[in-house]
């Protein structure tokens, strides 16, 4: 079984930075990936970020390409997700999920993930 627990959520201002983290304990991740999904009241949750546990590769929504950056820490099992330049539009509740299966292509969409974590609140204000 696998456990993520994500934190570092909270208020900044627009143009500030914020840095989640999501903390994964369970079997091996060799091969998989985590991701990072968002959702803004009244949307449907949608992808941010991805980073294969093995080998680091990652991808990026068009929306936080150049002002996120997300990295992980294979010895701590941790992801995370530094955000610049935050926007309003950046508010919403932060997901952090592990993949279902070792692939090496990233997926971007929720079925391809499993193990949510209960999610961390992003407020940005204007």
């Known amino acids: 079984q696998v456990q993520v627990v994500e934190s570092g959520g909270g208020l900044a201002q627009a143009g500030g930075s914020l840095r989640l983290s999501c903390a994964a304990s369970?079997?091996?991740?060799?091969?998989?990936?985590m991701g990072w999904f968002r959702q803004a009241p009244g949307k449907r949750r949608e992808f941010v970020a991805a980073?294969?546990?093995?080998?680091?590769?990652?991808k990026y929504a068009d929306s936080v390409q150049g002002r996120f950056t997300i990295s992980a820490d294979n010895a701590k099992k941790t992801v995370y997700l530094q955000m610049n330049s935050l926007k309003p539009e950046d508010t919403a509740v932060y997901y952090c999920?592990?993949?279902?299966?070792?692939?090496?292509?990233?997926?971007?969409?929720?079925?391809?993930?499993?193990?949510w974590g209960q999610g961390t609140q992003v407020t940005v204000s204007s």
């Open positions: 369970g079997r091996s991740f060799s091969g998989y990936h």
């Open positions: 999920a592990q993949s279902k299966l070792p692939t090496i292509t990233i997926g971007t969409m929720e079925q391809s993930y499993m193990y």
């Open positions: 980073i294969r546990w093995t080998g680091g590769s990652t």
